[in-house]
């Protein structure tokens, strides 16, 4: 089975630029979730969707910073006029269960998407 | 003060001695708590999930946690060089979904 898939693997964006990153997550897997990874940290939340609800986007830094999942399965976030400290790795994650399922589930990662706004 | 806290090192150990890595986090109600191995350039893999206090092992590793203290930790025995990376451990906070990562630290085993 394959695992949680990105796209592009890497970006080269102009500041000022809007970009699209890609997730698809495990096939059947209810929820996902977006982290944005800077350089020597740990990821940090962005935002959970359970199938196509965005349940808590309480972590997305700006209103430049949009996700979506519409059909409950591929997922897009999308970064508007993006500025030089948008630069990250931005890691998508999905995982069997939604909220009425065990935290404790194990989230998947895919390998990430290493944007660099120049 | 961060949520979740860890010496970013980086930490050096000797081939097959004993790496220990340690985690702080604030949040009482904290209910679920994982170690993540992340090689440079890679995205983070599971390698261990503890919740209940006290130790649960895994073949070579070893998950703490003392919920009192607010403190969770790893142990690698026999360390070998593929175990260098940076480890990361997260938390679930009760009634959330996400996971909050400390900042990790870097693990370096020397043969």
């Known amino acids: 089975g394959a695992g949680v898939s990105q796209s592009p693997r890497y970006k080269v964006a102009k500041r000022g630029q809007d970009v699209a990153l890609r997730c698809d997550p495990i096939?059947?897997?209810?929820?996902l979730f977006w982290y944005q990874q800077a350089l020597g940290q740990g990821p940090e939340f962005l935002t959970y969707?359970?199938?196509?609800?965005?349940?808590?986007k309480s972590g997305l830094p700006s209103d430049r910073f949009f996700a979506e999942r519409p059909e409950g399965s591929v997922s897009t976030l999308k970064i508007q006029r993006t500025q030089q400290e948008d630069s990250a790795v931005y890691l998508c994650?999905?995982?069997?269960?939604?909220?009425?399922?065990?935290?404790?589930?194990?989230?998947?990662f895919g390998p990430g998407t290493r944007l660099t706004v120049l | 003060q961060k949520e979740v806290e860890q010496n970013s090192g980086p930490l050096s150990v000797p081939e097959g001695a004993i790496a220990s890595l340690n985690c702080t986090y604030s949040?009482?109600?904290?209910?679920?708590f994982f170690w993540y191995r992340q090689y440079s350039g890679k995205s983070p893999e599971l390698i261990m999930f503890?919740?209940?206090?006290g130790d649960k092992e895994d073949g070579r590793f070893t998950a703490q946690l003392n919920k009192a203290s607010q403190y969770v930790s790893l142990l690698i025995r026999d360390s070998q060089p593929s175990d260098s990376a940076t480890y990361l451990c997260?938390?679930?906070?009760?009634?959330?979904?996400?996971?909050?990562f400390g900042q990790g630290t870097r693990l370096t085993i020397n043969p």
């Open positions: 994650a999905s995982r069997r269960g939604g909220t009425g399922t065990s935290v404790r589930n194990e989230q998947f």
């Open positions: 096939s059947g897997h209810v929820s």
């Open positions: 969707f359970q199938n196509e609800a965005q349940l808590d």
């Open positions: 949040d009482r109600g904290s209910q679920s």
């Open positions: 503890i919740y209940s206090n």
């Open positions: 997260a938390v679930i906070i009760q009634g959330a979904q996400k996971l909050v």
